[in-house]
């Protein structure tokens, strides 16, 4: 069997908590954020987990199935 390969945009935007679920980065924090409200800012800066539905999903992609 050949070596399975981590799909190499998904291992620089998602990173595995201690307990195996996968976490992500908010979107929309990249530009027009002069439209934005201090309150919007403050809340995109943490991260946040990927739902259920697309764990497995980009689990196979990092190389974990």
């Known amino acids: 069997m050949p ?3 981590t799909h190499s945009s998904a291992k620089k935007r ?3 908590t201690g307990s195996g679920k996968v976490k992500r980065f908010q979107a ?3 530009h027009l954020m002069r439209k934005k409200t ?3 800012k403050l809340n995109l ?3 946040a987990l990927v739902s259920k539905a697309d764990e497995k999903r980009i689990k196979s992609l ?3 199935n």
């Open 3 to 5: 070596k399975v390969k």
């Open 14 to 16: 998602f990173k595995l």
């Open 28 to 30: 929309n924090t990249s």
């Open 38 to 40: 201090k309150k919007a």
């Open 45 to 47: 800066r943490g991260s």
């Open 62 to 64: 990092l190389g974990l």
